[in-house]
């Protein structure tokens, strides 16, 4: 009876088990060859496009442009202490004048005249403030222009060390992604190999479910080094403003 009780709990086990791993899909894995393939752009052109394309780094640029010419403003500020003035009216003007004839007073004569009067001449301005000020004003716009490109390269410098630092990542992860895939395959050729042993009575129950663990981890492992991968590349894909098309469906 015990016999019989045992040999029909393994003719149970032997029926349920390979139904599980055609489940797990114990095919070899077609996409390792297309990961083989993968080659991420050079570093230096993932560099220039991404200072070319961040937004906070164009604005500085633009403050820089902005306080330039500001400072040549400044420069040229005196030049407003000197001009020509012109003056134009037409209407009717009253007209005086004196007349004198030998031997008698001198008159005055006034007339009315519909013309025109116009007058040019030149005008200096000399306050103090502006003579007294001009250096220290002059200096305070070099400093704001050399303290905006400051801000400039300091920004330029974040840029170039978070983009060293994604494409290191992406090559990282792109690297595991790899040694994942190769692990993977080899993994699922042994399960089928090991499947067939089973059914075979080649190798033992105990044998075959630490193989069928194994191929799980497997599978587990893929899955997170390909996440890993894709956020790595759609993070540096944002950083440089370009899409270099490597990304793994």
């Not at 070099?142 to 300091?154: I, L």
């Not at 190798?203 to 194994?214: D, H, K, Q, R, V």
């Amino acid at each position: 009876m015990k016999f019989l009780l045992l040999f029909i709990i393994l003719l149970g086990l032997n029926s349920i088990l390979p139904c599980t791993i055609v489940a797990q899909d114990v095919k070899p894995l077609d996409e390792s060859v297309l990961f083989d393939s993968i080659s991420i752009p050079p570093l230096n052109v993932m560099i220039d496009s991404a200072l070319a394309h961040n937004p906070t780094l164009a604005y500085f640029e633009q403050g820089i442009r902005v306080k330039k010419i500001s400072l040549a403003l400044n420069q040229k500020s005196w030049t407003k202490n000197f001009g020509i003035q012109a003056d134009v009216r037409y209407g009717t003007f009253d007209n005086f004048s004196t007349n004198t004839a030998e031997g008698q007073n001198p008159t005055l004569v006034a007339t009315k005249a519909i013309q025109t009067n116009y007058g040019v001449g030149g005008y200096l301005k000399l306050p103090l403030s502006d003579f007294v000020n001009h250096k220290s004003q002059i200096q305070l716009a070099k400093m704001d222009v050399d303290q905006a490109e400051s801000m400039a390269e300091s920004q330029r410098d974040q840029i170039r060390q978070t983009v060293i630092k994604q494409y290191n990542d992406l090559v990282l992860k792109l690297s595991l992604l790899k040694i994942k895939a190769k692990n993977l395959e080899t993994t699922r050729m042994n399960m089928v190999m090991a499947e067939k042993e089973f059914q075979n009575g080649v190798i033992a129950l105990g044998t075959y479910s630490g193989m069928s663990e194994t191929a799980g981890n497997a599978e587990i492992n893929f899955a997170e080094a390909k996440a890993d991968y894709k956020t790595a590349y759609m993070l540096l894909e944002e950083l440089v403003g370009f899409k270099f098309n490597i990304l793994v469906k």
